[in-house]
């Protein structure tokens, strides 16, 4: 019975942990705006998602490599390898975001759409935040009989 009380809050507990995990990754692409030869990043999280609630998925373990290079996504031997991004919830597979608008010096990140997935993300988190609380609120008062 109890189980069926808390399953909204579990789900939305790794939705939590998932924005949290893409705030990071938008973050760290804003923080690399001005650094040269950068690929931004991202994940699909619909996807990363299902594979937290163990419904069927498509992600992998390997990082995406950016099209044209076959070099496991470096762009030049010297370069350390990237590794997946992991979460506590499973694995979610970091791939490279579409260049909208090509740089000279070949970085990747779009900050207008940067700053749109930013705020996004933001206001989803908080809605997610405010949706705990108040399920938890309501247990709460179920629990003390009020």
Known sequence: MFANLTNALDFQSKALVLRAERQRVIASNIANA????????????????????????SLSLAPSAPSGNSAGGLTNARHIPLQAS????????????????PAMDGNSVDMDRERANFVDNS?????????????????LSAIQGQ
């Open 86 to 101: 992991t979460t506590s919830l499973g694995t979610s597979k970091l791939d490279y975001t579409a260049q909208t608008q």
């Open 34 to 57: 001005d650094t040269p030869g950068y690929a931004g990043r991202d994940f699909n999280f619909h996807e990363a998602l299902s594979a937290a609630t163990g419904e069927s998925s």
């Open 123 to 139: 206001v989803r988190y908080e809605a997610t935040l405010r949706f705990i609380n108040g399920q938890s609120k309501t247990i």
